[in-house]
C-alpha cells in the first residue's frame, strides 16, 4: 500500500493544474513530430530483411515511441524532454541487420531477436552509466568527434533512404541509375520531392503544423492523385511503394512477443559475444544523443538536467521497448523543441507523448499502411541532411583547427566506407589523439625565472643584495603546471637541458601540477642526473601532498630515487624557502667571515655608520635592548606603536594574517637588518605580524626619543629619514623587478 500510495504521489507532482494545458499541447504535438519519424527509423532497420519486413518495421517504430515515450519520462529526470526512435540507432542497426543478413550465419526471422537483444544491451550500458555516475564523461567526449560521427550518421541515412526516394529495386546500385535511367519511377520521385518541398517551406509558412505531418499528408496526397489515375495503386497486396500491412492487434504483439523469446531460449554464449561491440556502441551512441539534446533544452528552459538519473532513464526505456518488440532511441531534438514550443512545462509533457502514440498505434495502424515509402524516405532524406554539421566547414578557415575538421572527415569516411561500429573506434583512437594534442600544445613550464630576478623575503643589506644579483643568473627557477606525461616530457627537458652545467641551482615549483606519470618521472630522474655530474643541486618546492590522482607525489619521487642524499636533491615547502637556501650559499661561499652567531653592536651595523661619534654615544643611551624567544610575537597587526627595530642577532619573520587562520609571508629580517620602519613613519598601528625566528637580538628606538636627540643633532634626523627612504625605495624596486619578470615569465 505504501509503494502505491509513493507512485500516485510522485504521478501527482507530473500532473498540475496550472501545467495541464501547456503539458497536454506540447505533448500531443510532440507525437505528431517524432511519430512520422519512428516509423520510418522502424522501416531503415529492417529494410535489409527483405520488403516482406516493412510493416514489422513500422510496427516496432511505432511501439518503440510508445514505449520510450512512457518510460523515459517516468524514470529520467529532465522535463520536457520528449524520447522515441532516432537516427543514430536507425543507422547503427541498419547496419547491423544488413550485416547479419549478407553472412547468412542466422535465419532472417532470428534477426530481430539480434536486433533486440542488442538494443536491451545498450539500456544496460546506460543504466550502469546512470548509477556509477557516467553520464559526466560522457559530456568531454571532443566536439569533433560528435560531429563527425553525426554527420556519418545522417550521410548513411540519407544514402540508405535514396534508393527508396528514387524507387529503385532493392539491391540496386545508385551508380547504375546513370546508366539506366529507366530503373526510376517516377511515382516515387514525384512523391517524394512533393514531400520534401512541403517539409521545408511549412515552418516559413504555418507554424502550428509539424513540417513532419505536412509532408506526410502532401505524399500521400499525392500517391492517392497519382492512383487516380492508375487504379492498380490502390491495392496493399504487392504495392511496393507503401509500408503495408501493419498487425498492431494486442494478440499481434503478444504473439511476436512470445516467438522472440522461444527463439532466445535456443541462443548460447558464443552467439551473444559477437554482440558485445554493437552493444556498447549503441550505448554510447543513445548516450551522447540524449546528453546532446538535454545540453540544448538546459538552454531554453534554464533548468539543469541530472546526466545520471536521464541515463538511467533512458536506460529502462530501451530495455522496455524491445521486450515489447520495439526500436530502441533516445532524447530527441525535434519532438523537445516542438514540445517546449508548444507549451510543455513538465515530464507529463513526455508522457502525454508517449500516450498519444499509443493511441495512434491501437486505432489508426490500419492508417500507417497507406503511407508511401518514398514520402517517408522524403522526411529522412531532409533528417539526414540537417544531421550533417555543415558549420564544421569553417574550421577550414584557421590552420589551427584543421586537425579539428581533418577528425570530423575521417569517422565520417568511416561510417561510410566500413561501418558504425567501427567508426566509433576510429572517433575514440582520434578523441585520444584530440587530448594528447591539447595537452602536448598547452605550455607545461608557466613561467622562468632567474635568481638575478627573484629574492628569497629575507631582508639584506645592499651589499648582500648586490652579490646575489651577480651571482644569481646560476639559479634557474621553473613554475611547472599541467599534466607532466608522456607527452610533455620534451618541452621540460628542453627546457631545463641548456642550462645544465650553466646554472647551480634548478628549482621546480610543483605547485600548479595535476598529474605525473612514469615516464615523465623517468626523464626528470635522467635530467637529476646530469645536474649532479654538472655539480647542480635538483630542488623541489611546493609539493602537493597528493594530485587529483590519488598520488602521493613526495612518496612516489623518493621512491623513484629523489632523495636528500648527498644534498643533490632537495625538497622545500615554498619556492621562497628555496631562494633563501640558495642565497644562503651564494653568500656563505663569497663572505666567508659572515659571522650568524655573534650579536652586532650598534655601531656594527650599516644603518649607523656615518653618525658623528656624539650623537651615536646619545643613541646608544636611547635605545633599548630586546630578547625574544623562537615564536615569540614581537608585535601584531593592529596594534599601537611607533618602535624602529634594528636586529642584532637571529632572524624575524614578517607575516601578513589573511583572516581565515593562516597568513601570507612578507619579509624575514635578519641580522643587520630594520623593521617596523613604516609605524615609526607615519605613527600608525601596526599593518602585519613580526615573529622571532629563531633566538633574536634587537635593537628598539621608539619615535619619542628619536625626536628628542634630533632636536640637538639634526643632521641624525637626515641621516635617518634619507636611508629609511632609500631602503623603502629598494625594496619596491625589488618587487617590481619580481613583478616584471613574472610578466616576462
Known sequence: MRRSSTSGMKLSLLIKKDNLIGDLSGGFSAMLVALPSAIAFGLIIFAPLGGDFAGRGA?????????????????????????????????????????????????????????GIVALGAGLVQITAGLLRGGAFIKYIPYPVVAGYLSGVGTLIFLGELPKFLGLPKGTPLLQVLAH???????????????????????????????????????????????FFHPGLLSLDGNALLVGRIHASPGDIASMISGNLKAAASLDLASLQVLVVPVISLGVLLSIDTLKTCVVLDVLTGHRHDSNRELFGQGVGNILSPLFGGVPGSGTMGGTLVNVYSGGRTRFSGLVEGISALTVLLLFAGFIAWIPLASLAGVLLVVGVRMVDIKSLQLLKHKSTLFDFAVI????????????????????VLAIILFLRDQIRFPVVRRRTFGSQAFSRKNRPASEHALLVEKGSGTLILELQGQLFFGTTDQLYREIEPFIGQCRFFILDMRRVLSIDFTAANMLSQLKKKIVEGGGVMIFTSVPASLPTGLKVRSYLEKLGFSREGGQVRFFPETDNALEWTEEKYLNEAMPDRVHGKALELEEIDFFKGIPGDALVNLKRHVIEKHYAPGEIIFSRGDPGDELYFVRKGSVRI???????????????????????????????????????????????????????TKQYPEVAGIFFERLSLEISRRMRLNVIELKALEEG
Do not use: K
Open 655 to 709: 607575516d601578513l594574517p589573511l583572516g581565515n587562520g593562516t597568513s601570507h609571508h612578507l619579509a624575514t629580517f635578519s641580522r643587520g637588518a630594520f623593521f617596523g620602519d613604516l609605524a615609526f613613519l607615519d605613527r600608525e598601528t601596526r599593518s602585519a605580524d613580526a615573529v622571532a625566528v629563531r633566538d633574536v637580538d634587537l635593537f628598539m628606538l621608539h619615535r619619542r626619543e628619536f625626536d628628542v636627540i
Open 59 to 115: 510496427l516496432a517504430g511505432l511501439i518503440g515511441s510508445v514505449v520510450l515515450g512512457i518510460a523515459a519520462p517516468l524514470f529520467g529526470g529532465t522535463p520536457r524532454l520528449v524520447s522515441a526512435p532516432c537516427a543514430p540507432a536507425a543507422a547503427l542497426l541498419s547496419m547491423f541487420a544488413a550485416g547479419a543478413a549478407a553472412q547468412g550465419l542466422v535465419p532472417r526471422d532470428i534477426i530481430p531477436l539480434y536486433i
Open 181 to 227: 535511367p529507366a530503373l526510376l519511377r517516377w511515382e516515387s520521385l514525384l512523391i517524394g520531392s512533393v514531400t520534401i518541398i512541403v517539409m521545408l517551406i511549412t515552418p516559413r509558412l504555418i507554424r502550428v503544423i509539424p513540417a513532419s505531418i505536412a509532408a506526410l499528408g502532401s505524399g500521400i496526397a499525392a500517391y492517392f492523385g497519382i492512383a
Open 409 to 428: 572527415l575521417a569517422v565520417v569516411i568511416s561510417a561510410v566506407s566500413m561501418d558504425l561500429i567501427t567508426a566509433a573506434g576510429v572517433g575514440i
